[in-house]
T-cell receptor, first 117, second 113 residues
Framework: AQSVTQLGSHVSVSEGALVLLRCNYS??????LFWYVQYPNQGLQLLLK??????LVKGINGFEAEFKKSETSFHLTKPSAHMSDAAEYFC???????????????FGKGTMLLVSP | DAGVTQSPTHLIKTRGQQVTLRCSPK?????VSWYQQALGQGPQFIFQ???????QRGNFPDRFSGHQFPNYSSELNVNALLLGDSALYLC????????????FGSGTRLTVV
């Protein structure tokens, strides 16, 4: 079974400041990890994903995340926030079921990023 | 290359009614998963279809059912609607065996009154 905990339902930063959104996961098998962004009244857009290759993953729009197995974390960062980054961010974990090959996503509750000028 | 298409975009139903939501997967994808996203929450997995069969199911009652067609498109049916079924319903497609490549649609906003 998998689970995701996102620390902080809301994070506020100033434009140009560092963005740090926290995600901790639990998984009984080696995980695949994802960060998605959701703008109001829209679906989910993939920012980046970890699939057991490099532990530092670079995504779109200047975001990156580092997989730390010892800390069971996959925190999302961006060096300099932009007004357009204001949205809700979801961390998700997936596992490939070895016997059946089927996988599903388990999401955290989300973190709303607020960016002030 | 078309992504995942969901219809309708918005829907208002009365408590007790039945509803059908539709999803066309991204070209080349053969697996469809459905998620329910209540207001202020993360998406919750409902079920996944592959080869026209339900392969995995989340913690949802039997009022939620689905179907996958030979062209890989899918429907989500909800019977005896409750106020608590009001949510954004998201469809995600992927290619079986390539579980890291999910593509989401923009969702159907269902309001039950």
């Amino acid at each position: 079974a998998q689970s995701v905990t996102q620390l902080g339902s809301h994070v506020s930063v100033s434009e140009g400041a560092l963005v740090l959104l926290r995600c901790n996961y639990s998984s009984s098998v080696p995980p695949y990890l994802f960060w998605y962004v959701q703008y109001p009244n829209q679906g989910l857009q993939l920012l980046l994903k970890y699939t057991s290759a490099a532990t530092l993953v670079k995504g779109i729009n200047g975001f990156e995340a580092e997989f730390k197995k010892s800390e069971t974390s996959f925190h999302l960062t961006k060096p300099s926030a932009h007004m357009s980054d204001a949205a809700e961010y979801f961390c998700a974990v997936s596992a490939m079921y070895v016997d059946s090959g089927y996988s599903t996503l388990t999401f955290g509750k989300g973190t709303m990023l607020l960016v002030s000028p | 290359d078309a992504g995942v298409t969901q219809s309708p975009t918005h829907l208002i139903k009365t408590r007790g009614q039945q509803v059908t939501l539709r999803c066309s997967p991204k070209s080349g994808h053969d697996t469809v998963s459905w998620y329910q996203q209540a207001l202020g929450q993360g998406p919750q997995f409902i079920f996944q279809y592959y080869e026209e069969e339900e392969r995995q199911r989340g913690n949802f009652p039997d009022r939620f059912s689905g179907h996958q067609f030979p062209n890989y498109s899918s429907e989500l049916n909800v019977n005896a609607l409750l106020l608590g079924d009001s949510a954004l319903y998201l469809c995600a497609s992927s290619l079986q065996g390539k579980g890291v490549g999910y593509t989401f649609g923009s969702g159907t906003r269902l309001t039950v009154v």
